[in-house]
């Protein structure tokens, strides 16, 4: 599951002419929201160096929880919820 960094993958979903970015959405810790978490669609992301963007809103990749299909599939997740160690 866990093959790169974040943003590697990330890179693919929205580079590669295999992959369609509109399948795939990100969660990203976000205190205030439901659970603290919020999903973004990845069609909705700018990669840029050690943040990416959503709109006006600079966010740094190690927010970043997991990458999951829309089938529910998770491709990437942070090492510690690999552990169980959140949600």
């Not at 929205?14 to 659970?35: N, S, T």
């Not at 990458?67 to 998770?74: A, T």
């Amino acid at each position: 599951m866990r093959k790169g960094s974040v943003k590697e993958v990330l890179a693919k979903l929205k580079y590669d002419p295999r992959e369609d970015e509109r399948d795939y959405y990100i969660i990203i810790e976000h205190r205030g929201a439901y659970g603290d978490v919020k999903k973004i669609p990845v069609e909705l992301i700018e990669l840029g160096h050690g943040y990416f963007f959503v709109g006006d809103a600079q966010i740094p990749y190690h927010r970043i929880r997991r990458v999951v299909k829309k089938d529910g599939k998770v491709i990437w997740e942070t090492r510690k919820d690999r552990r169980g160690e959140s949600d």
